[in-house]
C-alpha cells in the first residue's frame, strides 16, 4: 500500500541511481471494496482475499490539533506567482475581502501583521511565513543602521569638535531615496530587502563624500581663506573624487542589475549614488556655509571691536 524501494536504476543519463518504487495502483487502493479484494498468499500457497483476514470498521480520526507559541492555529497555505510576487502586496489585497467577512457577533476577524494574538477565544487573521521573515528582517536592519548612525555621529563629533557639523553630513542620506524610489518605479522593480540593504550600503558613500566637503572647506578656513571662499572652493576641487567614486559604484552594481534577487541591491547602490552625488555637492557646502556664517560674523565682529579698542587706548609718556 505504501510502496517501498526494491532497487535502483543505474542510467546513463542520470548521475545519481533513480529509485525503482513498487507500489499497488491508485486504482487499486482507492475503494475500500478493491482492497478487501486483494489476495494474500497463505503458507500453504492459498491465495487468500484480504476481506476474510480482517474486519473492516468505519471510523472518525481524531483531528491533527497544530500549535504555535502554546496557541491553536489552523494553518492556511498559498505561495504567490505573477507580476506581484511580493507577498505584502496580496497581503493587502486579501485583507480588503476579509475585512468584508462578517463572524457571528456581526465584527469582522481582527488581522495581525506583526505579532501574535494574545488570545484564542475569538477567530483571529495572523499573517506569517515569507512576510514574518520579511518584517523580521527589515525591523533588525532598521534598528542596527540607527544603532550606526549614532556611532558615526559620535565620531563625527570628536572629529571635528562640533554638534552642528556632524548633522550637516549624516542629512544627505535620505537624500539618495530621490533616486531610488524613481529608479525602481522606472524598470519595474519592487522595493526589496535587498533594496534596502543598498540603500544603507550607499549612506556610507554619502556620508564620505560630505566628509570629505566639509573637511576641505575647514582646511582652507584654517590657511586663512574665508568661509563663503573655502564652501565655493570645497564644492570645486572635491567634486571629481566624488565622481569617481560615484562611477565605480555604478559600473560595479552593473553586473548584478539583472539578478532576480539582487537587482533591488543593485539599483539602490546605482540610483542613489547618483543623486545623492549630484545633491550633495551642491546642498552640503550650502548647509556647511549656513551652519557656521553666524559663527564667523561673530569672529568678525570681535576682531573690529578689539582693533577699535585698541586704537581707542591712551598713550602714556615714555617717562612714567
Given at each position: 500500500?505504501?510502496?517501498?524501494?526494491?532497487?535502483?536504476?543505474?542510467?546513463?543519463?542520470?548521475?545519481?541511481?533513480?529509485?525503482?518504487?513498487?507500489?499497488?495502483?491508485?486504482?487499486?487502493?482507492?475503494?475500500?471494496?478493491?482492497?478487501?479484494?486483494?489476495?494474500?498468499?497463505?503458507?500453504t500457497?492459498?491465495?487468500?482475499?484480504?476481506?476474510?483476514?480482517v474486519?473492516?470498521?468505519?471510523?472518525?480520526?481524531?483531528?491533527?490539533?497544530?500549535?504555535?507559541?502554546?496557541?491553536?492555529?489552523?494553518?492556511?497555505?498559498?505561495?504567490?506567482?505573477?507580476?506581484?510576487?511580493?507577498?505584502?502586496?496580496?497581503?493587502?489585497?486579501?485583507?480588503?475581502?476579509?475585512?468584508?467577512?462578517v463572524?457571528?457577533?456581526?465584527?469582522?476577524?481582527?488581522?495581525?501583521?506583526?505579532?501574535?494574538?494574545?488570545?484564542?477565544?475569538?477567530?483571529?487573521?495572523?499573517?506569517?511565513?515569507?512576510?514574518?521573515?520579511?518584517?523580521?528582517?527589515?525591523?533588525?536592519?532598521?534598528?542596527?543602521?540607527?544603532?550606526?548612525?549614532?556611532?558615526?555621529?559620535?565620531?563625527?563629533?570628536?572629529?571635528?569638535?562640533s554638534?552642528?557639523?556632524?548633522?550637516?553630513?549624516l542629512?544627505?542620506?535620505?537624500?539618495?531615496?530621490?533616486?531610488?524610489?524613481?529608479?525602481?518605479?522606472?524598470?519595474?522593480?519592487?522595493?526589496?530587502?535587498?533594496?534596502?540593504?543598498?540603500?544603507?550600503?550607499?549612506?556610507?558613500?554619502?556620508?564620505?563624500?560630505?566628509?570629505?566637503?566639509?573637511?576641505?572647506?575647514?582646511?582652507?578656513?584654517?590657511?586663512?581663506?574665508?568661509?563663503?571662499?573655502?564652501?565655493?572652493?570645497?564644492?570645486?576641487?572635491?567634486?571629481?573624487?566624488?565622481?569617481?567614486?560615484?562611477?565605480?559604484?555604478?559600473?560595479?552594481?552593473?553586473v548584478?542589475?539583472?539578478?532576480?534577487?539582487?537587482?533591488?541591491?543593485?539599483?539602490?547602490?546605482?540610483?542613489?549614488?547618483v543623486?545623492?552625488?549630484?545633491?550633495?555637492?551642491?546642498?552640503?557646502p550650502?548647509?556647511?556655509?549656513?551652519?557656521?556664517?553666524?559663527?564667523?560674523?561673530?569672529?568678525?565682529?570681535?576682531?573690529?571691536?578689539?582693533?577699535?579698542?585698541?586704537g581707542?587706548?591712551p598713550?602714556?609718556?615714555?617717562?612714567?
Amino acid at each position: 500500500m505504501s510502496g517501498t524501494v526494491a532497487g535502483f536504476f543505474h542510467l546513463a543519463d542520470e548521475r545519481e541511481p533513480v529509485p525503482l518504487f513498487v507500489q499497488v495502483p491508485f486504482a487499486e487502493r482507492a475503494a475500500i471494496t478493491r482492497l478487501t479484494n486483494l489476495k494474500l498468499a497463505s503458507t500453504t500457497g492459498q491465495m487468500v482475499p484480504l476481506a476474510e483476514l480482517v474486519q473492516v470498521e468505519a471510523s472518525t480520526e481524531p483531528p491533527f490539533i497544530y500549535r504555535k507559541n502554546q496557541q491553536r492555529v489552523v494553518y492556511v497555505l498559498a505561495d504567490t506567482a505573477g507580476v506581484e510576487d511580493s507577498p505584502l502586496y496580496t497581503i493587502f489585497q486579501l485583507n480588503e475581502a476579509l475585512q468584508r467577512t462578517v463572524q457571528i457577533n456581526g465584527a469582522a476577524p481582527p488581522i495581525f501583521l506583526t505579532r501574535q494574538p494574545f488570545l484564542t477565544e475569538e477567530v483571529a487573521m495572523k499573517w506569517d511565513g515569507e512576510w514574518q521573515v520579511t518584517y523580521e528582517f527589515l525591523r533588525d536592519v532598521l534598528f542596527a543602521f540607527v544603532a550606526v548612525l549614532i556611532l558615526i555621529y559620535m565620531l563625527l563629533v570628536g572629529w571635528f569638535h562640533s554638534f552642528k557639523t556632524p548633522l550637516v553630513i549624516l542629512t544627505p542620506i535620505p537624500w539618495s531615496l530621490i533616486g531610488i524610489l524613481p529608479a525602481h518605479a522606472l524598470i519595474g522593480a519592487f522595493l526589496s530587502g535587498t533594496s534596502v540593504i543598498g540603500f544603507m550600503a550607499g549612506a556610507g558613500i554619502v556620508v564620505r563624500n560630505a566628509i570629505i566637503l566639509v573637511d576641505f572647506a575647514e582646511l582652507r578656513r584654517r590657511q586663512g581663506m574665508a568661509l563663503l571662499a573655502a564652501v565655493v572652493d570645497a564644492g570645486a576641487v572635491r567634486f571629481r573624487p566624488m565622481l569617481l567614486t560615484a562611477a565605480s559604484v555604478v559600473v560595479g552594481s552593473a553586473v548584478i542589475l539583472f539578478d532576480p534577487i539582487f537587482q533591488g541591491l543593485a539599483v539602490s547602490l546605482m540610483a542613489g549614488e547618483v543623486a545623492s552625488t549630484f545633491l550633495s555637492r551642491l546642498a552640503v557646502p550650502a548647509l556647511y556655509y549656513l551652519s557656521e556664517r553666524r559663527q564667523e560674523q561673530e569672529q568678525g565682529a570681535r576682531v573690529s571691536t578689539s582693533d577699535f579698542t585698541s586704537g581707542l587706548a591712551p598713550t602714556l609718556p615714555s617717562d612714567l
